[in-house]
């Protein structure tokens, strides 16, 4: 098991029942056990605590001027993989039911349309403002342009978007993760455990959202070893998103690297890198996982030949973005969740690196630290 520490919730009187707050979770830099803990870091605790005093002392926090009413409604609109994806969807709605069930407000889910046009995004968002929700999270960059829109005809709602920091909006607080910290630790996990010296990239859309994985990642396995090569591909071009859910060719493209002495590769390409995982265990080589920790979710045969995951921690984000809204503390703006504030981090299960752990673990500590700063594009 992974050495646990205990992050205690700030002072709140015995009585409150916020004090079940407090939470366990793994390494600092490792993100907790496994996808299904759930871990509210410490700011997030701090704002439901201000709104759980403020309830056993018998008053109302209050407002401010500038912002919206108390939240009592909260929904979330996904992406097109929708919830159930074992990823980014399901984090973010973990993320916001944690947070939800503690301060005792609704969660509606609303989902996303493979055809779905801006227009569609746009007429989802404001349903649900029309309908009283009153805090409304938009998964994915997609939700970006209708946003902008959306949140100016209602700007008594707070919105949140994850994955896009280009909404600027005076209600709109922009969801971001330092990708390419985490991904240079799964680097440094490839670097040091390859034995041909040749890795892989696999991106699902060259765009700048995966440059940052593949700057990241290359500059970790440079970082662990000088020698070795890293070999880069992206599945579709924009405006062709077809490589986010592609498997075939995503297991096409490992093949392909396997084949050219390629022994590890970093898929982060949404659904396609199950096809990537399946070629490495086909090969007998490994793959590095995304977003989610997918030694848990692969099938048997396939996990043993996943090496770790970078963990992006979309529930981080957006339980921080609930007990904002719900406690007056909402700020709009960028808000990015990197290694020193739990967004992001790698996965153990397996064991498959549990010997480099300490040595990685330096890395992510130097990072915290700034002595390491990780490039964002290749």
């Given at each position: ?110 989902t ?21 929700y ?17 949140a ?83 599945l ?29 590769i ?37 996990r ?16 921080a ?25 790698y ?32």
């Open positions: 098991m992974l050495p646990m520490t205990t992050i205690a919730a700030p002072a709140v009187p015995a009585p409150c029942m916020w004090s079940s707050l407090l939470i366990r979770i793994g390494t600092r830099y490792r993100g907790g056990m496994h996808l299904r803990s759930f871990a509210v870091p410490p700011f997030v605790m701090s704002v439901v605590a201000a709104v759980a005093l403020a309830a056993c002392s018998g008053r109302s926090p209050a407002p401010s001027p500038a912002g919206p009413a108390q939240v009592h409604r909260v929904a979330i609109a996904y992406d097109i993989s929708g919830r159930g994806d074992g990823g980014f969807n399901d984090l973010a709605y973990n993320g916001a039911k944690q947070a939800a069930d503690s301060l005792h407000v609704e969660l509606k889910e609303v996303a349309k493979l055809d779905d046009t801006d227009d569609d995004r746009a007429e989802r968002l404001r349903l649900l403002a029309r309908s009283g009153d805090a409304i999270i938009a998964v994915g960059f997609t939700y970006a342009m209708p946003l902008q829109t959306v100016a005809e209602f700007p008594a709602t707070t919105f949140a978007i994850v994955d896009d920091g280009t909404v600027d909006a005076p209600n709109v607080q922009d969801i971001l993760f330092a990708e390419h910290e985490g991904s240079f630790l799964v680097g440094v996990a490839a670097g040091l455990r390859t034995t041909t010296g040749r890795v892989g990239f696999i991106g699902a859309v060259q765009i700048p959202l995966l440059q940052k994985f593949e700057a990241g990642f290359t500059a970790g396995v440079h970082a662990a070893n000088p020698a070795a090569t890293v070999q880069v591909t992206y579709s071009q924009p405006p062709d998103y077809s490589g986010f859910g592609d498997p075939p060719h995503g297991k096409e493209a490992a093949l392909g690297m396997y084949d050219n002495g390629v022994d590890i970093f898929a982060a390409a949404g659904g396609s890198g199950s096809g990537v995982h399946e070629a490495a265990a086909q090969t007998g080589h490994w793959s590095i996982g995304v977003d989610a920790d997918e030694y848990l979710l692969a099938p048997e045969g396939v043993d030949h996943i090496l770790t995951s970078m963990l992006k921690n979309a529930n981080v984000g957006t339980a973005f609930v007990g904002d809204a719900a406690g007056f503390a909402f700020k709009p703006g960028i808000r990015t969740f990197g290694l020193a504030n739990g967004g992001v981090g996965a153990t299960s397996g064991g498959f690196i549990d010997d480099l752990v300490p040595r990685i673990d330096a890395y992510a500590a130097k990072i915290v630290a700034g002595t390491i700063v990780v490039p964002e594009t290749p």
